[in-house]
C-alpha cells in the first residue's frame, strides 16, 4: 500500500517538487491543502498507476499543461493539448495594450488571427462587452478547443476556419485586427524544447517573417478607417516588423516591451 505521502516522495526523486504536486492534485481533483492533510490516505493501484504514468510523461519532457490539459491565462483556465499552444504570459501584453486602446478609440470590432486555443480572443470578448470578437485559425483541431474554450468560459466569440484572410469577405472590416502568429526562425535553437507543440503554430519554415508579413500587407483591407493592427512577435524582431509596415499606408509603428523587459507587441494605425 502507498501514502500519499509515500508516492509524493517517489515522484520528487524524479520530478520537481511543485510539479508533482500538481499532477497529483489534478489526478485528484484536489486542492494543495489536501496532500498536507490527507498525506496518510492510501492510493488504489488504479489511482498509483496513473500518478505514475503522469511522473512519465512529465520526466520524457511533456509540459505540465499538456499533461493536467489546462493552463491559465489571465487568470482563467484554458483546456489545451498538442494541437494548440500552451498559452504564456508574454501574451498577456497584447491584451493590455488592447484594454488600453478601448480606453480612448471605441473597438465595435476585433479580428484575432491564428487563434489557437482562443486564449486572445476569448479574453478580449469577456473584457470588452461591448466588442464583436471574430477569431480563425487554419487548423480545423485548434478551432475545436478554442470553441470548447468559449463555450466553457461563456464567450460570445464568432470562429470561422481560414488561412489568414483567405476566407474573410472583402467587404468585412475590422476596428482592430491582433494576431500571435508563428514568428520563431526554423534554425532557433528553442524550438528543441518545444517540440510537443504544433510546429506549424511555432514557425513558418522561412524566416519568422513571412506569417507576420504576409498579415501586416492583407491588413489594410480589412480594417476600418483609422484601424489598429497588433503583433506580437520575437523578442529580437522588433527592428525587422517596424521595416515591413508600408509608411505609405500606416502610421509610424510603436513597439511595446512585456513584463521582462523584451519587445514583444508592434502596432500601427492605418492612416485615415
Known amino acids: 500500500m502507498t501514502t500519499i505521502a509515500q508516492a509524493l516522495d517517489k515522484a520528487y526523486q524524479s520530478i520537481d517538487r511543485f510539479e508533482a504536486k500538481l499532477l497529483l492534485t489534478t489526478l485528484l481533483g484536489k486542492g494543495r491543502t489536501y496532500l498536507i492533510t490527507h498525506d496518510q490516505e492510501v492510493l488504489d493501484e488504479q489511482t498509483l498507476d496513473l500518478y505514475e504514468s503522469l511522473i512519465r510523461r512529465r520526466q520524457k519532457g511533456e509540459p505540465i499543461p499538456y499533461i493536467t490539459g489546462?493552463?491559465?491565462?489571465?487568470?482563467?483556465?484554458?483546456?489545451?493539448?498538442?494541437?494548440?499552444?500552451?498559452?504564456?504570459?508574454?501574451?498577456?501584453?497584447?491584451?493590455?495594450?488592447?484594454?488600453?486602446?478601448?480606453?480612448?478609440?471605441?473597438?465595435?470590432?476585433?479580428?484575432?488571427?491564428?487563434?489557437?486555443?482562443?486564449?486572445?480572443?476569448?479574453?478580449?470578448?469577456?473584457?470588452?462587452?461591448?466588442?464583436?470578437?471574430?477569431?480563425?485559425?487554419i487548423s480545423q483541431e485548434?478551432?475545436?478547443?478554442?470553441?470548447?474554450?468559449?463555450?466553457?468560459?461563456?464567450?460570445?466569440?464568432?470562429?470561422?476556419?481560414?488561412?489568414?484572410?483567405?476566407?474573410?469577405?472583402?467587404?468585412?472590416?475590422?476596428?482592430?485586427?491582433?494576431?500571435?502568429?508563428?514568428?520563431?526562425?526554423?534554425?532557433?535553437?528553442?524550438?528543441?524544447?518545444?517540440?510537443?507543440?504544433?510546429?506549424?503554430?511555432?514557425?513558418?519554415?522561412?524566416?519568422?517573417?513571412?506569417?507576420?508579413e504576409k498579415i501586416i500587407q492583407g491588413a489594410p483591407g480589412h480594417l476600418n478607417r483609422a484601424g489598429f493592427l497588433l503583433l506580437e512577435h520575437g523578442w529580437d524582431q522588433a527592428q525587422a516588423v517596424r521595416s515591413l509596415f508600408n509608411s505609405n499606408l500606416w502610421e509610424t509603428p510603436q513597439t511595446i516591451k512585456d513584463l521582462a523587459g523584451n519587445d514583444r507587441v508592434t502596432m500601427s494605425r492605418l492612416r485615415s
Not at 85 to 113: G, Q, Y
Not at 154 to 165: L, T
Open 70 to 137: 489546462t493552463q491559465e491565462f489571465y487568470g482563467r483556465p484554458f483546456r489545451v493539448n498538442q494541437d494548440v499552444l500552451i498559452p504564456r504570459p508574454d501574451t498577456e501584453t497584447l491584451i493590455e495594450i488592447v484594454l488600453s486602446l478601448s480606453k480612448k478609440h471605441p473597438i465595435r470590432t476585433l479580428l484575432d488571427m491564428g487563434t489557437g486555443s482562443g486564449c486572445i480572443a476569448i479574453t478580449l470578448a469577456l473584457e470588452l462587452s461591448n466588442t464583436q470578437v471574430t477569431a480563425s485559425d
Open 142 to 212: 485548434a478551432l475545436s478547443i478554442a470553441r470548447e474554450n468559449a463555450a466553457t468560459l461563456k464567450a460570445p466569440v464568432r470562429f470561422f476556419e481560414s488561412d489568414w484572410f483567405e476566407s474573410i469577405h472583402e467587404l468585412t472590416l475590422f476596428d482592430v485586427i491582433v494576431s500571435n502568429p508563428p514568428y520563431i526562425h526554423p534554425s532557433d535553437n528553442h524550438l528543441l524544447n518545444l517540440t510537443y507543440e504544433p510546429a506549424s503554430a511555432l514557425t513558418d519554415g522561412v524566416d519568422g517573417l513571412k506569417a507576420i
